[in-house]
């Protein structure tokens, strides 16, 4: 019962941070426009080949946004530049998912094909344009 009772006020801690986080975000915060304006900020939003909303996972206290995101003919310093201005554990935004290829017609750039989530409370609408 102990051991229980321990990781139970554990799960507890780490809901209570994750809904302090939540509350110093703007009320309007979308992870579809903070990518936006974190690409804008990197220089590569003209390099945004696709970027799209997708549902994530849902419980009873949060859902999950996700968007799915593409840039193309990028350098691997964009891309840097780009990932370390986005992902934010502090702000709860993560890469959960990075593929890098190189782009054949031009050798000296890549494009990156990238999965971001975040999270918002329940009963709130996920990022989305």
């Known amino acids: 019962m102990k051991i229980l009772d321990a990781e139970f ?3 507890n801690a780490q809901i209570s941070r994750i809904r302090q986080t939540m509350a110093m975000r703007r ?6 426009s903070h990518l936006e304006k974190k690409a ?8 945004i080949k696709q970027m799209n909303s997708i549902a994530g996972a849902k419980s009873a206290t949060f859902e999950e946004s996700l968007v799915d995101m593409k840039l193309e003919k990028i350098t691997i310093r964009q891309l840097s530049d780009f990932l ?10 993560r890469m959960k998912r990075i ?3 190189k ?6 750039y890549i494009s990156a094909q990238m999965l971001i989530a975040s ?8 990022g989305g344009p």
Do not use: C, H, W
């Open 99 to 101: 593929t890098i290829s």
């Open 103 to 108: 782009m054949k017609e031009s050798p000296e």
């Open 9 to 11: 006020a554990a799960q």
């Open 119 to 126: 999270y918002t409370p329940s009963g709130s609408r996920p």
């Open 84 to 93: 370390y201005s986005v992902e934010s554990p502090s702000e709860m935004i």
């Open 40 to 47: 804008q900020a990197a220089g590569v939003k003209g390099n």
């Open 27 to 32: 009320p309007d915060f979308t992870l579809f």
